[in-house]
């Protein structure tokens, strides 16, 4: 849950800065602060939006933004 807090975090800090006509493709990993284990099935979200995904099996997302 840490790991997810964080990469929303780190997400929104990076958004700010984005004109609204730009559309973006934000990809990662979540993985486990515990074991840097990859976490499958996590939902990505972007704070303050209705723009989110899920993880795959080896916890890799990809998210459009504007």
């Not at 800065?17 to 973006?24: L, M």
């Amino acid at each position: 849950m840490k790991n997810f807090v964080l990469l929303v975090l780190i997400m929104a800090i990076g958004l700010s800065g984005f004109r609204t006509n730009d559309t973006r493709t934000i990809t990662g990993t979540v993985i486990s602060i515990d074991d840097n284990l990859p976490i499958p099935g996590a939902t990505v979200k972007v704070k303050g939006t209705t723009i989110g995904t899920q993880t795959t099996t080896i916890g890799k997302f990809s998210l459009k933004v504007p």
